[in-house]
């Protein structure tokens, strides 16, 4: 489950949306044991997306940097003041899991500087919540109780808690490079490698006409194991000062999930929504 999908980072991660979280912490909660099988290798963009791949267009003498398309980015959803304005950010919307059957509820909540929590409501399963409250990462579901994020996860969820993610900091990679201009769900983008000084990569795709990010490859750790997903955003709309997507399409090893925004506010998250609940609490005695 984002995240960062958010987003890979939380959802929502800093002032905009990601679903691959969503997944991993569907994921890592226990849910995909019981419901799907487990991947057994990550998607490659030859299978998990022929249109990512095919029909490549020639490359031009030289590619604009990764910097520029990602601060592009930033201007084409209101600009880095707007993003920088905001201290928290809530919003509400729909999952659904086609191949499963499965509908319910989404609430997301993110403060700064690094606070995140997601609630599922499915139903027949009940309800899945994940957090981090600026030091433990968690989850609850119905399947394995209470769990406390360790090690590789923890540090993965640290990093995709940042609320201002989206500006996508100097000082939070080693390495930012424009691979290639490409065809991404039936649209010229660019793709970007976007290397984490925490360790791993992600790759994401930036539309070329107008500047706002198309989707992602991101890789994370679960209970599963390392998992790939590929994000799909889409249906762009303004709230308040920012663009956010309100249709993100996420795809883990043939998992296949919709996540739908309805509603998103600013600056009215109370900061007692991020508390331990108490089986977490329980863990840390």
């Known amino acids: 489950m984002s995240n960062r999908y958010w987003p890979g980072r939380a959802l929502p991660a800093g002032s905009t949306l990601t679903g691959l979280s969503l997944v991993l912490v569907l994921a890592s ?5 019981g419901q799907f099988p487990a991947p ?32 592009k980015h930033v201007a084409a959803i209101g600009g880095r003041a707007a993003v920088l304005s905001h201290k928290s950010t ?16 989404l609430e997301l909540y993110s403060a700064a500087p690094n606070k995140s929590l997601l609630k599922v409501s499915l139903g027949g ?21 209470p769990m406390l994020l360790e090690g590789k996860q923890l540090e993965e969820k640290r990093f995709d808690a940042e609320f201002h993610s989206e500006l996508r900091s100097a000082d939070r990679y080693s390495s930012m ?17 976007l290397v984490r000084k925490t360790g791993g990569e992600d790759i994401e795709f930036y539309d070329v006409a107008t500047g706002l990010k198309a ?20 249906d762009y709309r303004k709230f ?19 996540i739908t925004i309805t509603s998103i506010e600013y600056d009215n998250v ?16």
């Open 177 to 193: 490079t424009t691979l290639e201009q490409t065809q991404f769900e039936g649209r010229p983008c660019y793709k970007i490698r």
């Open 215 to 234: 989707g992602s490859i991101t890789t994370r750790e679960t209970q599963m194991g390392t998992v790939t997903g590929t994000s799909v955003e889409t």
């Open 270 to 285: 109370a900061p007692a929504v991020f508390e331990l609940p108490p089986g977490i609490k329980a863990l840390l005695k």
């Open 90 to 105: 809530s919003a509400k919307g729909t999952l659904s899991m086609p191949s499963a059957g499965l509908t319910g509820a």
């Open 240 to 258: 308040g000062n920012l663009m956010q997507p309100t249709t993100v399409r996420t795809d883990i090893g043939g998992m296949k999930q919709v």
């Open 125 to 145: 399963v009940g309800e899945v919540t994940e957090g981090f409250d600026g030091t433990h990462g968690w989850s609850v579901s119905p399947m394995t109780g």
């Open 40 to 71: 057994a290798r990550p998607p490659k963009m030859a299978t998990e997306l022929p249109q990512a791949e095919a029909a490549k267009p020639a490359q031009p003498a030289e590619l604009p940097s990764a910097r520029s398309i990602l601060d």
């Open 29 to 33: 909660s226990g849910l995909a044991y």
